[in-house]
């Protein structure tokens, strides 16, 4: 059965039905394309044909874009000159979309047929790129619907002609947020972008009547004389455009992107050329970023595991644990923020703290949050009734009776959490998953204060909770199958990324940040320039530089993590040098952001201003500076061996989770796909050599683990020794 039929009206119009078998939205294959071309070209040689139109059998979606699957595998799949392969199949691509916008004409623009897109509604990617090659686009008014082209943010571009197409259509500037942020629109918006051309009721019914009315099919860059709106590179309008998006593009990705450059070099040299040249541009541009680890590493992680995950790739074989009562102890910042994501989910939610008003003050987040939403149009006084009806604060914690999942909040203090957890069970059913949100307690050990520990677990948020979209979920020694399968189910209703982890010290993300933050701090003890260290993070893709990041979280919480680990740790910790930094910093008052303080100035507005210059009268910048790149391989390493610690530890069980987290959680350089792609990406000989070099000269720390000695010496790849299909 193919994706794409075609039928012939009694007025003589083709509609070609796009309808991808088992998939609830369309997607694109290469067989899609062979038959897409075979339908079109037959309905250009019937003379009954008088215009053609192509829809989706989908009700509200025109397509979701490419099959990822098939895109990441391109490179593999290609032959023994993957880059030569790779142009030729992209080619061929663009050769079924130029025959749909050039419809059968003459190289005068005489004759051919038009062609129209009737879209019920969201268009993406691919699915974008084959209206924009038809000659004009209807879309249903959805305002559910989106339409763009999202390519970017898996680490490529839109490389069937998207790019080209959007640019001659819109001018570059007017482009560029769709394109280099992959901006996405509904129907209306897109329509005033000027992306799509009409929103109507009915656009099967509006396309038929427009192909039947005689159009202009003539793009207006294959009309002689087309001017680019905007203006083209060499024009003066055109010339800022292009100095502008080069400077911003290299501003926010810091050159560490192969995509957002190889997109800009596709559109700039594009715009000097006539269409079909730059077509080709596109496609050597778009073969460089197939070829390039990093695209293939971004969808793997950002794309396909990431989707692995939330679809409970590594869930228990136990059945449905959907959450309908949840209750969160604790109505602090992070219970609030709990509160919030779960009534958002439709969950009802019971907030409980010590008092009512501190209750209240947790609900009143959720109000906070819809008033906003109210503000900007992205939700209604409805909505925020209902949301605040799901939530009820309290004290009592009577009010808990038949809650199915409790995610406990409050304090970091092992006695206050045990209490906690005993006079919840007295209320609560035997079913009742009770979860901790603990950020460094062992859950093994909390888990001794409750009478089940089969029923007890962690799931440990990220703060502000709305935001970060990644959920560590925490398996102690005794937690059971059904915990865990409630916690991922948990999860997905509140639509965020989970990953399951075993019980450790810091569990995963916290283990690899906290050395991250520490050997930022080392550096400016040994006198190491701190812009030199935050820029160094930066350059490499780091979201903020570790000194920023100590003061974002601020640095009495490290004063207060790093205590705890000595007095657990005893003789063998490892960071006193960190400390004398951080307890002074401390002590001076300077906590961070919210002193207003910290590594970095803040004006009275909490600005960030600039890095803090007195820390050079108490650690004095050294006269001879290391280089940037060692700056980074410390950093980088730092965390990367965490990652490789925590699979020889049995912490991490799934490679694809120490990637996906690593990036949802803590921002960890994206373009890389996550650290252990970054080391396969590096090589695992190279990284234990680099590593064992920093070792020497830095210490014991930076050793390569055995499991990185033994795969450098057979020279293997993570993704290669842990299949991660065979590991789930
Ligand atoms: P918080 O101090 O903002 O909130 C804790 C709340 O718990 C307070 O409102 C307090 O009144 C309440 N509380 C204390 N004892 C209680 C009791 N016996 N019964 C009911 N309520 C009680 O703290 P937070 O930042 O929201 O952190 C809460 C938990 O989440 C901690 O375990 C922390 O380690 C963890 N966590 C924090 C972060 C973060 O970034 N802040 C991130 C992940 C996890």
Redesign the pocket.
Known sequence: MTDFTSKTDADGVAVITWDTQGKSMNVMNQQGFEDLDRLVGEALDDDAVKGIVITSGKEGSFAGGMDLNIIAKMKDSAGDNPAKGLFEGVMDMHGVLRRIERAGMDDKNKGGKPIAAALPGTALGIGLEIPLACHRIFCADNPKAKIGLPEILVGIFPGAGGTTRLVRKMGAMAASPLLLEGKLNDPKKAKMAGVIDEVVDDPLAAAKEWVLSSPSIVKPWDEKGYKMPGGAPYHPAGFMTFVGASAMVNGKTQGVYPAAKALLSAVYEGAMVPFDTAIKIEARWFTNVLMNPSSSNMIRSLFINKEALEKGAVRPDVPDQKVQKVGV?????????IALVSALAGIEVVL????QE??D??KSYTTDYMDKGIARKKATPEKKDQVLGLITAT?DYAALEGCDLIV??????VG??A??TE?VQAVVGPDCIFA??????PITELAKASNNEEQFIGI????PVDKMMLVEIIKGKGTGDRAVAKALDYVREIRKTPIVVNDARFFYANRCIIPYINEGIRMVKEGVAPALIENAAKLVGMPLGPLQLVDE?SID?GVKIAKATKAAMGDAYPDGAVDEVLFWMADEGRLGRKSNSGFYEYDEKGKRTQLWTGLGDKYPVSDEQPDVTEVQNRLLFAQVLEAVRAIEEDVLMDIREGDVGAILGWGFAPWSGGPLSWLDMVGTPWAAETTNALAEKYGERFKAPALLEDMAAKNQQFYGRFDPAKAA
Request: glycine share 12%; no cysteine.
């Open positions: 102890i604790g109505a602090g910042m992070m219970g609030a923020g409980i703290d010590n008092s501190a209750a003050k947790g004290t406990e909040a409050v304090f970091e203090d206050v959490k209490e906690v006079k901790t949100n603990t950020s460094t307690l440990h948020f990220f703060s979280t919480l």
